[in-house]
């Protein structure tokens, strides 16, 4: 039986921490940074952590990390 094939542009977003959460990098932080307050340009610079049934589902798409 084959190996089954990673999701490359999932691996490319997500990663997997030490205890099994699910980072990523947080969304609307590219561009347009006068229009942001500093809270939440503070906000978005950090990874965050999704909830676990998203985490599933990557982890499905995702499974050699």
């Not at 990673?6 to 691996?11: D, G, V």
């Not at 980072?23 to 940074?33: D, E, L």
């Not at 229009?35 to 950090?46: C, E, T």
């Amino acid at each position: 039986m084959p190996k089954i094939k990673t999701n490359r542009s999932a691996a490319k977003r997500f990663s997997v921490t030490k205890g099994g959460k699910v980072k990523y990098k947080h969304a609307f932080s590219r561009h347009h940074a006068w229009a942001k307050n500093r809270s939440h340009k503070r906000h978005l610079r950090g990874p965050g952590q999704l909830n676990r049934t998203d985490a599933e589902n990557i982890k499905r798409l995702v499974l050699y990390l």
